[in-house]
């Protein structure tokens, strides 16, 4: 472990010490650990790893022996150039093999990259004071000459500054202690505080426990606000008058409460129990719902649940929100969008001030809310119980970034591949990837690597909020679904799965010689040979569900908007002198106004581009509700029309950028788009992606050089998305924004291209051939009407009016049928043979 080099005078002293025989009392300087067993330490600490720390027999212990376990104090800070401060605590070693070194000890003065405690909870880096395996005192890269002891096995470490006077203690039983004096030339900047176990190792043997631990004195600051759990954040959806909200909980423990309340202010100023849920013990999640909520004002709630605290007491914690009224009344309903979380920015603090600038009533997160590596450390795997603690770490860290935004709003978050720890995913129905195969092999052949039950806990924290599944029947392994629908200030989402259904390429594109993704075989062309018969994108529980879903305006509904983890195009290029799409170049970044020669559109089966015929039944079915489509994942915002036979024949979709950017993607196709407008970018216009799919590109946020620095996170066109949805207009204005770009700066920098608006009728772009008469509803407005096929006896459309009347247009001659409905009621009329040629016709009067 680097420690910091300082040069100083140092003396070892044998002192005679006398200690009392009783306790002292709890009090706010000492952590009193309770006599439970529990991973979770309590809400002042921050643990790294997660399963690495828990409390047993009123002890704390360190259960993994490895480099840098570190136990953060998250709510007491210390002064610069501390000068009356007492840390200490016992320990014993666990880990009895001589032959690892190591060192236990405190860390201080922990600061991060972004001046945030929590980026100093995660990654923080301070200075070192503590004794080796070997009994040597250190401190920084300073360590005692002699050992004090050999072996140590048990002790305390006591670290004091006192007027000037520094020292670290080691004090054994009945033997006199061994004092390291601390120069005061010692530079030690304000900061956080850890305790640490270093073990150059790598094994579940466990490493040290320790004792009740005391920090106090007067350049020790309190931060009780910065106290995470036991409830450590939450989500919630409100559709139709049902609420549906899920605490996630720490991984408490064995003496703690099982049941969680969720409450709400009454008008007397009093709180009330409405709903009460158990404790799932592998999420640690509690979900409540809540029927018949009254959703026309704002409503604050809290969250109770009882634990055992330091001392042994019991405590109750409460955390507290607002539940917003729905925005049926608002002019615009604002969604911010996200993608991409890995936490090369955490705790993105310039983001989240920015997108509450916004004030968002609804919040989506459209995959890969965690990676593998978030928050160091790599990944655990097995055995599944340390698995599921090394998910819920990450997934913390992710919580801690967005409790703000999530207690105040609903959101819908949806898992995509890095979440279930896969780079990327084919789902195939939920089957097991094959036994006996590993990383990208095992996952181009489909399926999931980790555990079905692994899998659902992950499910569980990100999805159980969402109103009830379409048709809930799990799939392979048991695995669950969430597809679904919700209506939210007259919009109906519908929220779609389109990784778990898909066709793994591996096992039906076989001369293709698929590796992660990608052909492997050069002179395999994916537009000619990729668009095999019975490759699967949603599958058909999927389309049924969407079939229905464009033919439904209840709730309020007037506009439709697809919600999935990524669009259905790979807009995407790679330059074809570095690479042939088998192994992918980390590009440069280029400068602003540079243009690279020879990029080309790339293949990538990770995209939804694949399988294109697939593609093509989803957009058919889509476009029916004149949907926009919104989602994430491919590290490269854009802003495209889709195409089917012809360019522009069916819906948008906005593919926010990554709010951290660990692989950062670019358009830049050597031959510039058709039919783009003048004096606009090279890389937009009409085109074909790498497996022949149509895509009109109207904005794109490629990458560019800035200056700023981290510049991993500044200069990958890192950022987020907002849709403002108006329904008086029936319009969209899609935006999209760097994460430090201030929006309420009056010249306020998005990215090129934007804003844009997009109305509803353009998600339905081929071009019309003929109108049916004018129909007009007596005595009802906004009806919906829905145009039908008498050909084909198939939906054409179905939209909802903005007033009491509407003139449909098709987009073939021949005799149409129109269903005129009033949601809400059962009142509907079928008006049949209606000729394309009967535009000019008087208008049609529908009664009821």
Known sequence: ???????AQYFIAFLVFFTCCSAPEPDRGTFDWPTVSRTWIGPDFWANRLQDWELLAGELTCNFSGPNRNLFLLTREHDKQPSNMRISIPFRWLNKDSGVSGWLGFRLGINGTFNDYRDSAVRGTGLNFGITRTGKLFYGEFVAEEPSEIPITSGRLILEF????????????QKDPVVLQIPDTLEI????????SHLEANSDQPAIAFGDFEVRGESIMEKEDRAYGPVMFNQYTLDSGTLKYTAQLSPVGDQDDNRVYFQVLSEEDSWITIAEADLDSVSRTATFRVNNWK???????????GYKS?????????????????????????????????????PNKDLTDNVKKHDPDLLFFSGDQIYEGVGGYGVQRSPTSKAVLDYLRKWYIFGWTYRDLLRDRPAVSIPDDHDVYHGNIWGAGGISTPVGLTGSAAQDQGGYKMPPDWVNMVQRTQTSHLPDPFDPTPVAQDIGVYYTDMVYGKVSFAI??????????????????????????????ARESGDVEGAILLGARQEDFLEDWVRDWSGGAEMKVVLSQTIFANVATLPESESNGRVIPRLRILEEGEYPPDDRPVSDMDSNGWPQSARDNALKIMRKGFAFHLAGDQHLGSLIQYGVEEYGDSGYAFCVPSVSNIWPRRWYPAEGGANRKEGIPKYTGDFEDGFGNKITVHAISNPVFTGREPANLYDRATGYGI??????????????????SDPTIGNARQYPGWPLMVTQLQQYGKKIVSRLPNMIVDGYDKPVFDVIDESTGELVYS??????SFQPFVFKEGDYSVRVSIPGTNLERTYESLNSGTGGAPNLMVRF
């Open 496 to 525: 779609l799965e389109d990784r778990k259904f898909k066709s793994a390429p591996g096992p039906i594109l076989p001369d293709a010689k698929v590796d992660n993704g990608w052909a492997s075989n050069l002179t395999w062309n």
């Open 295 to 305: 959703d026309g004002f704002d409503r604050q709630y809290r969250v109770e649940y």
């Open 723 to 740: 849709l403002r949805i108006n329904s008086d207009w029936r319009a969209i204005t899609v935006e999209c924004w760097p994460r430090d």
């Open 799 to 804: 939209i909802r009016s903005s007033d009491n």
């Open 162 to 173: 006192n007027d000037g006077n520094r020292t670290l203690t080691l004090q054994l039983e």
């Open 1 to 7: 472990m680097p420690i910091r080099q300082s040069i």
């Open 310 to 346: 330091y001392g042994d007491t019991r405590e109750r914690s409460y955390y507290t929100g607002t539940i917003r009224k729905n925005p049926v009344d608002k002019q615009d309903l604002v969604v911010a969008g996200f993608t991409g979380n890995n936490d090369l920015g955490f």
């Open 189 to 196: 900047p304000a900061g956080g505080i850890a305790l640490v």
